[in-house]
């Protein structure tokens, strides 16, 4: 019996023990974090899935894991098919497969400290019509079967210095208290991590590439605030930065907290709260009021002090990303490097700066058909060599105390020269990327109004791509930051109704994968700004594009280009060496005046 056998079958037989037919088993923490802390990889030990995003059911009889278009081909190369059915995300919810697979009176478990109350409300109803029902559970049944199970990191907070934020924890929380009186509200439970990083400029080290710290904070309409965090992850510099307005208090309070609010009206983010919260608080008699929680706009637009700060973030990361690029060109031809040692080389030109403090995410290194893995995470058992005559993706990201930085390039690594369909593949996904750049819109435009630039090029050959084209990026938080999206339209989907404003930093990263053989994408971070046209009538916006490194022209089919884009891509290759050029020496600086000559005549 293999490991992940042996462990969906104890998970079975604690199931049987506590009287469940079944349990649902999603990639989520206490705060509906994106990426969570190791002790919360409870997807992950069950299936040996490694994605970010995913969701499985277990069944006496049978189980299933649910994935999105990112993951179509890893979850099946690293979940065993004869245990699992592969179902796709959001074509099929699990409300809707439960619907379909449990059976007649089941009691279907399920952990109200890693759903939403939305979830918990459609699960609900879907199990009902089959006269079964959705039951929780005091504990996790994982936690009792996961033998070494990691704990929770008690890593000190740290303080995030009113220089990179550009506004204090006590004028934040003054607009949050502001919020709440226009309101008539008493309190709000601010429960995602990074939202509680920004209210306090506070940072942490317990979730891998992304600086936050576990915990919890209501926030009062007087301006104060109680932080629910453990203890020992406390000095006295970050109780000295709080001050008397934030009342320290152990994790082990907060639900009591919650529970004592009789008759108090209490926001609560249905997005972004678990179930457990709704339930303590409606135990306790308060008011919910469903609201959305209040520091995520104002975290998503970036103030003047914060965009500065990116803009020297990307220029550092871009100089360290042309120096690895330049080494690759120099390097990779001769067959003597994989994955893993490309993203360690990468690593490190980022730490010569000596202000790298983690990677925003792990470094997507992918050559070949690894590359048609849109989130492929490379580990030994994946690692491939870097074959000469081949593609090379490389998505990456540092994070710094003044930015948070995430890019792409696709690069051709000779000595041979790319095919024709790959050249045109590259330059339509070129194309995509180009016309969002130089997007001019409306105020009130949504993502989801831009999206379908990204992707005309494509579609017009029968292509596409099977993610997002556009996310929020945090200010030395989270990588992937709402509300904001460029994303397909799809009714209700999370952040394709945000309106973009000025300040919102956002991913341009149109791609293009061809299973089996390779993939490609294109990214760079952009700014949305005001946007200057003579007898415009209203206010229009557009993009600073802010990361500045070499786009691999080998792979660009000219022909396909028309003047504009051709005038684009050598004004970025102009600025890409005017930022970049001057922290460069010898022989990098040399390959990246040569990448950065023009293109052709535009």
């Known amino acids: 019996m293999s490991t992940y056998e042996a462990r969906l079958a104890a998970l079975r037989a604690q199931l049987k023990k506590e009287q469940l037919d079944g349990f649902v088993v999603p990639i989520c923490d206490e705060h509906m974090s994106e990426y969570v802390g190791d002790y919360a990889q409870r997807l992950g030990w069950l299936t040996g899935f490694g994605g970010s995003a995913g969701s499985a059911v277990v069944l006496s009889e049978e189980a299933a894991i649910f994935t999105d278009g990112r993951y179509t081909l890893q979850v099946r190369e690293q979940v065993d098919g004869k245990h699992w059915q592969y179902v796709g995300v959001p074509q099929t919810s699990i409300a809707d497969w439960l619907k379909g697979h449990a059976p007649a009176g089941a009691r279907i478990g399920y952990d109200a400290w890693v759903h939403t109350k939305g979830w918990v409300e459609s699960a609900t109803k879907a199990l009902a019509a089959k006269g079964a029902e959705l039951v929780a559970v005091k504990s996790n049944p994982i936690d009792r079967v996961w033998a070494e199970q990691p704990q929770k990191s008690v890593a000190k907070l740290i303080v995030h210095d009113t220089q990179y934020a550009g506004q204090s924890s006590a004028e934040k929380r003054a607009a949050v208290a502001e919020w709440l009186t226009a309101n008539n509200l008493d309190s709000t439970v601010i429960s995602a991590l990074d939202s509680v990083a920004w209210l306090l400029n506070v940072r942490g080290s317990d ?25 020992e992850k406390i000095d006295d510099a970050v109780r000295a930065h709080l001050g008397n307005a934030v009342r320290l208090r152990d994790p082990s309070e907060f639900v009591p907290d919650l529970r004592s609010m009789k008759d108090k009206r209490i926001a609560v983010d249905p997005d972004r709260a678990v179930a457990a919260i709704f339930g303590a608080l409606q135990a306790g ?115 710094y105390l003044d930015g948070t930085t995430d890019v792409t390039r696709t690069i051709w690594v000779g000595p041979g020269a790319p095919t024709a369909e790959m050249k045109d593949r590259f330059t339509r996904v070129l194309k995509g990327h180009i016309a969002l750049a130089c997007a001019v819109f409306p105020e009130g435009t949504r993502g989801a109004q831009l999206d379908t630039m990204a992707r005309a090029s494509l579609w017009q050959a029968g292509l ?99 003047s504009d884009e051709l005038r684009w891509w050598n004004d970025y290759h102009a600025k890409v060496l005017e930022v970049v050029g001057p922290q460069l020496g010898g022989a990098a600086l040399a390959w990246t005046q040569e990448a950065c000559a023009p293109l052709a005549a535009a």
């Open 207 to 231: 979730v891998s590439n992304t600086p936050v710290a576990l915990s919890f904070v209501v926030a009062h309409a007087d301006g104060t605030a109680d932080l629910f965090v453990a203890p």
């Open 464 to 562: 596409d791509y099977a993610h997002g084209t556009g996310h929020g990026v945090g200010s030395f938080l989270a990588v992937h930051e709402g509300p904001q999206r460029i994303v397909k339209y799809a009714g209700g989907q999370a952040g394709s109704d945000e309106p973009l404003q000025a300040g919102m930093i956002l991913s341009n990263e149109p791609g293009y994968y061809k299973q089996g053989e390779y993939g490609i994408r294109i990214e760079n971070l952009v700014l949305v700004e005001d946007r200057a046209i003579v007898g415009a009538e209203g206010r229009y916006l557009g993009f600073e594009t802010l990361t500045f490194a070499p786009i691999d022209k080998t792979l660009v089919d000219v022909s396909l280009l028309n």
């Open 285 to 399: 008699g308060a008011h919910i009021i469903e609201a959305r929680d209040p520091t995520i706009l104002p975290k998503a637009v970036k103030n003047p002090i914060e965009q500065s700060g990116h803009r020297a973030a990307q220029a550092r990361d871009g100089a360290a990303l042309s120096r690895f690029l330049h080494w690759m060109r120099e390097t990779a031809y001769k067959g003597e490097l994989n994955e893993l040692s490309a993203a360690a080389r990468l690593r490190a030109f980022r730490e010569d700066t000596g202000m790298l403090k983690d990677l925003s995410f792990d470094t997507i290194s992918a050559t070949g058909p690894n590359g048609a893995h849109c989130h492929y995470k490379v580990d030994e058992s994946t690692n491939r060599a870097i074959e000469p005559n081949s593609i090379y993706l490389v998505d990456s990201g540092g994070q």
